[in-house]
């Protein structure tokens, strides 16, 4: 399967907790991207990479927030101190050099207790 | 006021029937894109427009750019339809790399 992928698929954490989601794009593209969702709600945009270089990051995406891109394949995203409202589905997809049609991943569940 | 506006919320339809989900925006976009979302998560690329219409099956997408409107038809509609329709625009200049979604019509389409 070359499609992109995410671990894992479901994540329950106490409040406090860091947690950490991974993502594998297909692997000829460059762009990657991570929303949130949350129930009834459509997906938010939350950061965008351009090979590894992290090019914008949502105002959504607070200082507990960190992603990475590190070697312009695979990216982490990193929650710090998970709080309640961080209970979501993450997101991730990629597109290749024309950024036309984003490929999504499954998704990664959060709860958060 | 959400840069993406999806009418209706819910829809539900008896097999066979045509149905429509619409979508307004209200930002400048440089392609809008219809997206299909199952029970679990899983996201799939229907459709991306910059104008006019597109076809594929029995599912059909149109675009009125100076409306700001598109709208997505289904038709002869089947149980394995069901599933959440999502709109999506992808902004134009510096940010046509961003989609901004909408929040979803679900559609439920009974036997």
């Known amino acids: 399967d070359t499609g992109v992928s995410q671990d894992p698929r479901h994540k329950i954490t106490k409040r406090g907790q860091n947690v950490t989601f991974r993502c594998d794009p297909i692997s000829e593209h460059n762009r990657l991207y991570w929303y949130r969702q949350t129930l009834g709600q459509g997906p938010e945009f939350l950061t965008y990479?351009?090979?590894?270089?992290?090019?914008?990051k949502s105002r959504l995406l607070s200082d507990r927030f960190s992603a990475e891109r590190p070697k312009g394949s695979f990216s982490t995203l990193e929650i710090q101190r998970t709080e309640q409202g961080d209970s979501a589905m993450y997101l991730c997809a990629s597109s290749g050099q024309g950024g036309d049609t984003q490929y999504f991943g499954p998704g990664t569940r959060l709860t958060v207790l | 006021k959400n840069e993406v506006e999806q009418s209706p919320q819910n829809l539900t339809a008896q097999e066979g029937e045509f149905i429509t989900i619409n979508c307004s925006y209200s930002v400048g976009i440089s392609a809008l894109h219809w997206l299909q979302q199952h029970p679990g998560g899983g996201i799939v690329s229907l459709f991306m427009?910059?104008?006019g219409k597109k076809k594929h099956g029995r599912l059909i997408a149109t675009i009125n750019i100076q409306e700001k409107h598109s709208s997505l038809h289904i038709t002869a509609s089947h149980p394995r339809d069901s599933a959440v329709y999502i709109c999506?625009?992808?902004?134009?200049?510096?940010?046509?790399?961003?989609?901004?979604f909408g929040k979803g019509t679900l559609l439920t389409v009974n036997p």
């Open positions: 999506a625009v992808r902004g134009s200049g510096g940010s046509n790399y961003k989609l901004t």
């Open positions: 427009l910059s104008s």
């Open positions: 990479f351009q090979n590894e270089a992290q090019l914008e």
